[in-house]
């Protein structure tokens, strides 16, 4: 399993926007072949504040995910949307597995 947790921090005038933003870039995201997980956190002291939990069968689904045109369209409608750059920190997931 490949996860990819992104540590994001809107400014807060986008925060709406990006609520909205996000939850398209989901609901895509969780249809494309190889999703396991696509979930979204926001920080219950800091709204301004999420966290993006991804899993994907393998490598290859979680680059194809970068490639689809609804990620791609996310990516560039909340790039100035950002207090500072996203942070993607990458895991191999050990458990729950997948056969």
Same mark, same amino acid.
């Given at each position: 399993?490949?996860?990819t947790v992104v540590y994001i921090q809107?400014?807060?005038? *986008?925060?709406?926007?990006? %609520?909205?933003?996000?939850?398209?870039?989901?609901?895509?995201?969780?249809?494309?072949?190889?999703?396991?997980?696509?979930?979204?956190?926001?920080?219950?002291?800091?709204?301004?504040?999420?966290?993006?939990?991804?899993?994907?069968?393998?490598?290859?689904?979680?680059?194809?995910?970068?490639?689809?045109?609804?990620?791609?369209?996310?990516?560039? %409608?909340?790039?100035?949307?950002?207090?500072?750059? *996203?942070?993607?920190?990458?895991?191999?997931?050990?458990?729950?597995?997948?056969?």
């Amino acid at each position: 399993m490949d996860v990819t947790v992104v540590y994001i921090q809107v400014k807060p005038e *986008r925060v709406r926007d990006f %609520l909205d933003a996000i939850r398209e870039n989901h609901l895509a995201s969780v249809r494309e072949p190889g999703n396991l997980r696509f979930d979204i956190l926001q920080a219950v002291d800091d709204p301004t504040r999420f966290i993006t939990y991804m899993a994907y069968r393998d490598e290859a689904a979680a680059s194809a995910h970068r490639d689809t045109d609804h990620y791609l369209a996310f990516r560039d %409608l909340v790039a100035d949307w950002m207090v500072e750059p *996203r942070r993607n920190v990458r895991y191999v997931g050990l458990h729950p597995t997948f056969d």
